[in-house]
T-cell receptor
Framework: GQSLEQPSEVTAVEGAIVQINCTYQTSGFYGLSWYQQHDGGAPTFLSYNGLDGLEETGRFSSFLSRSDSYGYLLLQELQMKDSASYFCAVRVSGGSYIPTFGRGTSLIVHP | KAGVTQTPRYLIKTRGQQVTLSCSPISGHRSVSWYQQTPGQGLQFLFEYFSETQRNKGNFPGRFSGRQFSNSRSEMNVSTLELGDSALYLC????????????FGPGTRLTVL
């Protein structure tokens, strides 16, 4: 099976930078995804890392180190609207590539 | 392109009853996955259907079942409801290949009394 660990809660102030870490244990690792979910909303896809390194999409960046079984999501220039839950999810090969999600990190952005 | 739709959005049932939830994927998507979300537990994978066949299954009891129709629409059924089944049930669609992104519906909020 797979297991993922991410902090349950992170707090930061507007304009700051925050990093949400994710460590995983799995066989057949294929890639790491990140999703955002606002209260009462559906998860939405943010980014995907299949190879080591940094992927940048606007204010959000995601990093993967396959050798360390570790990744992180970096949010820059935080805004109040970034307050949400963030989930990392691993995809494994040899099956249907359906991701397994972590328990999520609640990000609280203060003014 | 219309997004993933789920019906109903809210549902209240009592213990012992059964319930059927429906999901219509994005047009052209052949894979439909179902997840159960409860506070603090993240998204727990129930099962995935692809071209009317169950392709993957999570660790849930047999009371949870599903099916997919030829138009890719999917239904999920929970029989003999228990209080612990109260949750947000999310459906996600994807192309079904090695594509990276799953598209989630708004979910069905099930409350079991």
């Amino acid at each position: 099976g797979q297991s993922l660990e991410q902090p349950s809660e992170v707090t930061a102030v507007e304009g700051a930078i925050v990093q949400i870490n994710c460590t995983y244990q799995t066989s057949g690792f294929y890639g790491l995804s990140w999703y955002q979910q606002h209260d009462g909303g559906a998860p939405t896809f943010l980014s995907y890392n299949g190879l080591d390194g940094l992927e940048e999409t606007g204010r959000f960046s995601s990093f993967l180190s396959r050798s360390d079984s570790y990744g992180y999501l970096l949010l820059q220039e935080l805004q109040m609207k970034d307050s949400a839950s963030y989930f990392c999810a691993v995809r494994v090969s040899g099956g249907s590539y359906i991701p397994t999600f972590g328990r999520g990190t609640s990000l609280i952005v203060h003014p | 392109k219309a997004g993933v739709t789920q019906t109903p959005r809210y549902l209240i049932k009592t213990r012992g009853q059964q319930v059927t939830l429906s999901c219509s994927p994005i047009s052209g998507h052949r894979s439909v996955s179902w997840y159960q979300q409860t506070p603090g537990q993240g998204l727990q994978f129930l099962f995935e259907y692809f071209s009317e066949t169950q392709r993957n299954k999570g660790n849930f009891p047999g009371r949870f079942s599903g099916r997919q129709f030829s138009n890719s629409r999917s239904e999920m059924n929970v029989s003999t409801l228990e209080l612990g089944d109260s949750a947000l049930y999310l459906c996600a669609s994807s192309s079904g290949g090695t594509g990276n992104e799953q598209f989630f519906g708004p979910g069905t909020r099930l409350t079991v009394l």
